[in-house]
């Protein structure tokens, strides 16, 4: 058994299915790297396995840690070992970032060891994103990640809008946090990574990669092989997979 076990996952916000029947696990110690169009979905699958409000799992199930959380709040998840680094970091007014850091640490290291690797300390007396640029906010989220420790990384994006510099600063960060430094047996977090570019994995190693499109993953394999693959030819190819799958479901197309 997985660290992360998905199946049959479906999703709705509102009215609209956004995933519509996810099988997805990854074991403990691996990272594995997601890509997919715009609004295919990734954002979701994150926010399903945190238990986020607003969406709505209508069939399937979250195994973590062997014990079924589909129907668990956020907080419980989240006390579990889950951690979301998010697309879109939201700004807490009102509570400075040190205090959040203070409240969700785990373990005994000073905050500044890892506040000076991300070159964070001038903004730990600043309320949480409050006015930080689009890579202050990034890097804040990893600071959150690096103090928290959970067992499974949710990181949603994580070098959008990052200098490269800074893409490289955070990439040492996970790669201390994931114990990418020990042989794969004797790592103990995962990593869920959403990126467009790829340009993360220049600086750390997936073992995996799996692309999104409408709603199905629509297969798993190599990363560095996936991304060429999709640098060189845009997601084309899997267009014509998830029209099998839209068929697949639907029976669209078959002779009755
Ligand atoms: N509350 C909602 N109500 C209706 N539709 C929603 C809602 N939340 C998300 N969606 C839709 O679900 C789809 C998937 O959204 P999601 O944020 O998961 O995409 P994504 O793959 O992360 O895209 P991106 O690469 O642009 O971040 C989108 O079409 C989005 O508009
Ligand atoms: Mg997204």
């Known amino acids: 058994m997985g660290l992360l076990d998905i199946k049959g996952l479906k999703v709705s916000a509102g009215s609209h299915e956004i995933l519509k029947g996810i099988d997805f696990s990854i074991e403990e110690g691996r990272t594995t790297v997601v890509f997919g169009p715009n609004g295919s979905g990734k954002s979701t699958l994150?926010?399903?396995i945190?238990?986020?409000p607003?969406?709505?799992i209508t069939a399937g199930s979250i195994?973590?840690?062997g014990r079924d959380i589909t129907a668990l709040p956020v907080h419980e998840r989240s006390r579990m070992g889950i951690g979301l680094a998010f697309q879109y970091p939201p700004a807490v007014k009102g509570v400075r970032l040190s205090t959040l850091l203070d409240n969700i640490k785990n373990g005994d290291e000073d905050l500044h060891t890892y506040s000076e690797m991300l070159n964070m300390d001038q903004y730990l007396d600043r309320d949480i994103n409050l006015?930080?640029?689009g890579g202050e906010r990034k890097r804040s989220e990893i600071l959150q990640?690096?103090?928290q420790k959970p067992d499974l990384l949710l990181l949603d994006e994580p070098e959008s809008g990052v200098d490269i510099e800074n893409i490289s600063i955070i990439s040492r960060a996970l790669n201390l946090i994931l114990e990418k430094d020990k042989p794969l047996r004797k790592r103990k977090r995962s990593a869920i990574i959403i990126t467009h570019t790829?340009?993360?994995l220049d600086y750390m190693r997936a073992d995996t990669a799996c692309v999104i499109v409408g709603g199905y993953i629509l297969g798993c394999g190599s990363p560095s092989e996936i991304l060429a693959e999709i640098r060189e030819k845009g997601y084309s190819q899997c267009m014509e997979?998830?029209?099998d799958m839209v068929r697949r479901d639907t029976g669209a197309g078959q002779e009755t």
Do not use: E, Q, T, W
């Open 63 to 65: 195994i973590f840690k």
């Open 50 to 52: 945190l238990g986020l």
């Open 46 to 48: 994150m926010g399903a």
């Open 241 to 243: 997979c998830y029209r």
């Open 198 to 200: 790829g340009y993360i």
């Open 145 to 147: 990640l690096m103090v």
């Open 54 to 56: 607003g969406f709505n």
């Open 131 to 133: 006015g930080f640029s």
